[in-house]
């Protein structure tokens, strides 16, 4: 397994501004994920941080709106930006280590937009 | 379209006792990996166990168990002696094709009474 630290591990912010979330892996990671789990849902895939190339983002996601940096193999992080009520979710990263590997996760960051 | 099933929101089990809950999945994929993951309140999402379809040996962690059938598509989890630290949201998974994507079923809630 591996060790993985969030930070923020929660925040309330306004309206129109934008949040960057980190991911801290203990050790050198392939594959690093971000997920958003909306109130009472499942988890839904935002995207696929690729360290050296830009990330892939799911259907539904896009970069302008999640802005996400992968510098290298220990760290990423997800920006919400221009933020909404709407965005008030709980925003995880995962780490795997190879083609389907397990993910494991980071404790997750929650989020409350006023 | 990858999609899981999870066709039980809650179960309710005594302590001690043994509960099984139920997860389905479509896929036309012949190579995969199937998960159960624990969400306690913390929100942590926890690995409780793993299968790899091209086993036919079902998976087994200490009290945890699946009965991974996959010709009809089910892989359902089956907890043993029942404790109060069971108590969570599990969500089963699989992981398909290249990139290791995640597909998350909608979770059942688990109730450990005494």
């Known amino acids: 397994s591996a060790v993985i630290s969030q930070k923020p591990s929660r925040d309330i912010c306004q309206r129109g501004t934008s949040l960057t979330i980190q991911c801290q892996v203990d050790?050198?990671?392939?594959?690093m994920f971000w997920y958003r789990q909306q109130p009472g849902q499942s988890l839904t895939l935002i995207a696929t941080?690729?360290?050296?190339?830009?990330?892939?983002?799911e259907s539904g996601f896009v970069i302008d709106k999640f802005p996400i940096s992968r510098p290298n193999l220990t760290f990423s992080t997800l920006t919400v930006s221009n933020m909404s009520p709407e965005d008030s979710s709980i925003y995880l990263c995962?780490?795997?280590?190879?083609?389907?590997?397990?993910?494991?996760f980071g404790p997750g960051t929650r989020l409350l937009v006023l | 379209a990858q999609t899981v099933t999870q066709s039980q929101p809650e179960m309710s089990v005594q302590e001690a006792e043994t509960v099984t809950l139920s997860c389905t999945y479509d896929?036309?994929?012949?190579?995969?990996?199937l998960f159960w993951y624990k969400q306690p309140p913390s929100r942590q999402m926890i690995l409780v166990i793993r299968?790899?379809?091209?086993?036919?040996q079902n998976a087994t962690e200490n009290r945890f168990s699946v009965n991974f059938q996959k010709a009809a598509k089910s892989f359902s989890l089956k907890i043993s002696d029942s404790q109060l630290g069971d108590a969570a949201m599990y969500f089963c998974?699989?992981?398909?094709?290249?990139?290791?994507?995640?597909?998350f079923g909608t979770g059942t809630q688990l109730k450990v009474e005494l």
């Open positions: 995962s780490v795997g280590r190879g083609y389907q590997e397990t993910q494991y």
């Open positions: 050790s050198q990671v392939t594959m």
């Open positions: 941080a690729n360290q050296g190339s830009e990330a892939t983002y």
């Open positions: 896929t036309s994929e012949s190579d995969y990996y």
């Open positions: 299968q790899e379809a091209y086993k036919q």
């Open positions: 998974a699989f992981n398909t094709g290249g990139g290791n994507k995640l597909t």
